[in-house]
């Protein structure tokens, strides 16, 4: 995880160098918290088609996987958003680099969510004793990219990761994967 947001800061820093090389052409950096919700690419035997999706099946286990992040959003509010960005123009004296941001959460509270919406899934979470590592939490602001692409509003987080777990089902029971 550290490398993948190590290459994650060198890569912003490295396209902003080449924008202000080349201030003639308009870049737009759309910086995403992990996204979760519906499937929008084709599901493999492998769970890394899951895409983020697979650290909701790594929750289905007796213990808390050790997933750091905190921060998400839904794909389908990730989608919307690279659509707006189509229409936005350049900004004299500023870097179109929005942070997208549902909020934070606590992987505890999406087991709780699971339980109560999900009630047959609950024998396979963490028990209510178990405790989850800590969480990235950092506050994120996320002013520019409402002021400039005019978000409001995301999908709910209850309504992204139960779309989230639903997909997880469906791949465990087209792979033979459940259990």
């Given at each position: 995880?550290?490398?993948?947001?190590?290459?994650?800061?060198?890569?912003?820093?490295?396209?902003?160098?080449?924008?202000?090389?080349?201030?003639?052409?308009?870049?737009?950096?759309?910086?995403?918290?992990?996204?979760?919700?519906?499937?929008?690419?084709?599901?493999?035997?492998?769970?890394?088609?899951?895409?983020?999706?697979?650290?909701?099946?790594?929750?289905?286990?007796?213990e808390y996987?050790?997933?750091?992040?905190?921060?998400?959003?839904?794909?389908?509010?990730a989608a919307?958003?690279?659509?707006?960005?189509?229409?936005?123009?350049?900004?004299?004296?500023?870097?179109?680099?929005?942070?997208?941001?549902?909020?934070?959460?606590?992987?505890?509270?999406?087991?709780?969510?699971?339980?109560?919406?999900?009630?047959?899934?609950?024998?396979?979470?963490?028990?209510?004793?178990?405790?989850?590592?800590?969480?990235?939490?950092?506050?994120?602001?996320?002013?520019?990219?409402?002021?400039?692409?005019?978000?409001?509003?995301?999908?709910?987080?209850?309504?992204?990761?139960?779309?989230?777990?639903?997909?997880?089902?469906?791949?465990?029971?087209?792979?033979?994967?459940?259990?």
């Open positions: 995880m550290q490398v993948y947001q190590e290459a994650k800061t060198f890569a912003d820093k490295k396209i902003w160098g080449i924008a202000h090389e080349h201030p003639e052409v308009d870049f737009t950096v759309l910086l995403l918290p992990a996204l979760f919700g519906p499937q929008l690419t084709p599901l493999t035997s492998s769970s890394s088609s899951l895409g983020t999706n697979d650290f909701v099946r790594m929750l289905l286990a007796p996987p050790p997933i750091p992040i905190g921060h998400m959003v839904d794909v389908r509010d919307r958003t690279h659509k707006l960005t189509l229409n936005t123009t350049s900004i004299p004296r500023r870097d179109k680099r929005f942070i997208i941001l549902n909020g934070t959460f606590l992987w505890k509270d999406v087991a709780t969510l699971i339980r109560s919406k999900r009630p047959e899934l609950a024998g396979r979470l963490p028990g209510e004793a178990s405790v989850p590592g800590p969480q990235t939490s950092a506050p994120l602001d996320t002013s520019f990219a409402k002021e400039v692409l005019g978000i409001e509003g995301y999908i709910s987080q209850e309504e992204t990761f139960l779309a989230a777990v639903d997909v997880v089902i469906e791949w465990e029971t087209k792979f033979g994967n459940g259990r």
